[in-house]
């Protein structure tokens, strides 16, 4: 039996489907079945390279800048 995938690799409901297609396919009916991935990309338009959110050596803990007010 040949089974073709079709994922996006950094979707989370990806990821639980690929967990729960290996835990059956562990069992007896998961014999001689191969498994085709198939890459696929949910949203086309997003760019391909990540943007820093913050600042290089800011953390998540540091003062906001000048001219915000925190929270209380």
Same mark, same amino acid.
């Given at each position: 039996m040949r089974i073709e995938i079709w994922a996006d &690799?950094?979707?989370?409901?990806a990821?639980?489907?690929?967990r729960r297609l290996e835990k059956a396919l562990a069992g007896p009916a998961g014999t001689g079945a191969e498994v &085709?991935?198939?890459p696929f990309r949910i949203d086309p338009t997003r760019p391909t390279r990540r943007f820093p959110?913050?600042?290089p050596g800011a953390t998540r803990?540091?003062?906001p800048p000048s001219g915000t007010a925190r929270r209380a």
């Open positions: &690799v950094v979707c989370a409901w990821f639980i489907g690929k &085709v991935w198939r959110s913050r600042k803990w540091s003062t």
